[in-house]
T-cell receptor
Framework: KAGVTQTPRYLIKTRGQQVTLSCSPI?????VSWYQQTPGQGLQFLFE???????NKGNFPGRFSGRQFSNSRSEMNVSTLELGDSALYLC???????????????FGQGTRLTVV | DQQVKQNSPSLSVQEGRISILNCDYT??????FLWYKKYPAEGPTFLIS?????DKNEDGRFTVFLNKSAKHLSLHIVPSQPGDSAVYFC???????????FGTGTKLQVIP
């Protein structure tokens, strides 16, 4: 069974630009979550999608957005990039449905975004 | 406001001994707790979890203990192996949804 796939693995962008990151979940998983990891901050929850609907949202500005497609693949977009957006962005998928509670999430390898 | 806290950024343990990683939380709504292990350049890997209705869960060398009254959980690794050297994240969520709150991690080094 293929794991969670994130593309690209590395990205360098300039301040003010926008970026789109992609995540393909494990087959059959309908829940996809996004996290930002920075040194000293641990993993910060961005948002979670389930069946193309945003179900949960963390405390990030509106420049961070996402969407999920009918095949459960998800994209995350960051507009007007700032230097502080440099981080490892991790995507995780799970079999959680809201009916089946409390399942663990499986993470991809992440996309390392550097804003210069 | 850090709702899940791992106060020890690093821990060194001799191979074969017990590793104890600690985690404290403040949100009493959390009802499910997880531990993840992360190697450099890889995503976190799920290790073990515990529901708030239990106080202990064991899986091989890994045991998680939950003390709800103290809002504290710990991960015990026995015996510790060099391959266990990684960053360990404590995490928690509530209500069955995948809005997981992570701690800042503890870097474990197991010395051969």
């Amino acid at each position: 069974k293929a794991g969670v796939t994130q593309t690209p693995r590395y990205l360098i962008k300039t301040r003010g630009q926008q970026v789109t990151l992609s995540c393909s979940p494990i087959s059959g998983h309908r829940s996809v979550s996004w996290y930002q990891q920075t040194p000293g901050q641990g993993l910060q929850f961005l948002f979670e999608y389930f069946s193309e609907t945003q179900r949960n949202k963390g405390n990030f500005p509106g420049r961070f957005s996402g969407r999920q497609f009918s095949n459960s693949r998800s994209e995350m977009n960051v507009s007007t990039l700032e230097l502080g957006d440099s981080a490892l962005y991790l995507c995780a998928s799970s079999s959680s449905t809201g009916v089946v509670l409390n399942t663990e999430a499986f993470f991809g390898q992440g996309t390392r975004l550097t804003v210069v | 406001d850090q709702q899940v806290k791992q106060n020890s950024p690093s821990l060194s343990v001799q191979e074969g001994r017990i590793s104890i990683l600690n985690c404290d939380y403040t949100n009493s709504m959390f009802d499910y707790f997880l531990w993840y292990k992360k190697y450099p350049a890889e995503g976190p890997t799920f290790l073990i979890s515990i529901s708030s209705i239990k106080d202990k869960n064991e899986d091989g060398r890994f045991t998680v203990f939950l003390n709800k009254s103290a809002k504290h959980l710990s991960l015990h690794i026995v015996p510790s192996q060099p391959g266990d050297s990684a960053v360990y994240f404590c995490a928690a969520n509530s209500g069955g949804y995948q809005k997981v709150t992570f701690g800042t991690g503890t870097k474990l080094q197991v010395i051969p």
